[in-house]
């Protein structure tokens, strides 16, 4: 069964700290996203990539960078972590332009 | 300005009921897809259509695509407890690059 694996279900967090948040994918995907959803606001595209070492920023990049040593697994890096930054962060893939996503079963995380 | 309109925003029907539900827009896509998210878990794709005027079942599920390929439409036949969920629809603009882009999605509670 194919997936998009990521490493923790539920976070908490202190203020200031450097929280990563990890993603991998098991389909040869090449393309990877990062989203946060917040309820009223739908899903928020946080930083994406087509391919390894390449990055781009999404609609609300700030605050966050992202690491694609590989090409399976896509990394999220809050550098400070805010309380404006919880939320429920989600990870996805897919095999290029116009297909479909995968989704990550999601990370709640929580800073406080 | 939100890309892809999806309404209702919110939809709490009784068990057994039918329903219809959109996803519209001024642009033109080369694809579109409907998602399923239930509370805790990442989205689930449940349909892409490309064609226009295309109709395509998944069980009590019809989803149409418009002739000229800028909404489509969800018809829930008899709903069912375990329908209940957010739904995205999530749109591949023709000329756009491989990002799809997501409306804010629609709740859906179906009581017992």
């Known amino acids: 069964d194919v997936k998009v694996t990521q490493s923790s279900r539920y976070l908490v967090k202190r203020t200031g700290e450097k929280v990563f948040l990890e993603c991998v994918q098991d389909m040869d995907h090449e393309n990877m996203f990062w989203y946060r959803q917040d309820p009223g606001l739908g899903l928020r595209l946080i930083y994406f990539s087509y391919d390894v070492k390449m990055k781009e920023k999404g609609d609300i990049p700030e605050g966050y960078s992202v690491s694609r040593e590989k090409k399976e697994r896509f990394s999220l890096i809050l550098e400070s972590a805010s309380t404006n930054q919880t939320s429920m962060y989600l990870c996805a893939s897919s095999r290029g332009t116009g297909a479909s996503y995968t989704f990550g079963s999601g990370t709640r995380l929580t800073v406080v | 300005t939100q890309l892809l309109e999806q309404s209702p925003q919110f939809l709490s029907i009784q068990e057994g009921e039918n329903l219809t539900v959109y996803c519209n827009s001024s642009?033109?896509?080369?694809?579109l897809q409907w998602y399923r998210q239930e509370p805790g878990e990442g989205p689930v794709l449940l349909v892409t259509?490309?064609?226009?005027?295309e109709v395509k079942k998944l069980k009590r599920l019809t989803f149409q695509f418009g002739d000229a390929r800028k909404d489509s439409s969800l018809h829930i036949t008899a709903a069912q407890p375990g329908d209940t969920g957010l739904y995205l629809c999530a749109g591949d603009v023709t000329g756009a690059n491989s990002k799809l882009t997501f409306g804010k999605g629609i709740t859906l509670s179906v009581r017992p």
């Open positions: 259509v490309v064609t226009g005027g």
């Open positions: 642009s033109v896509f080369s694809s």
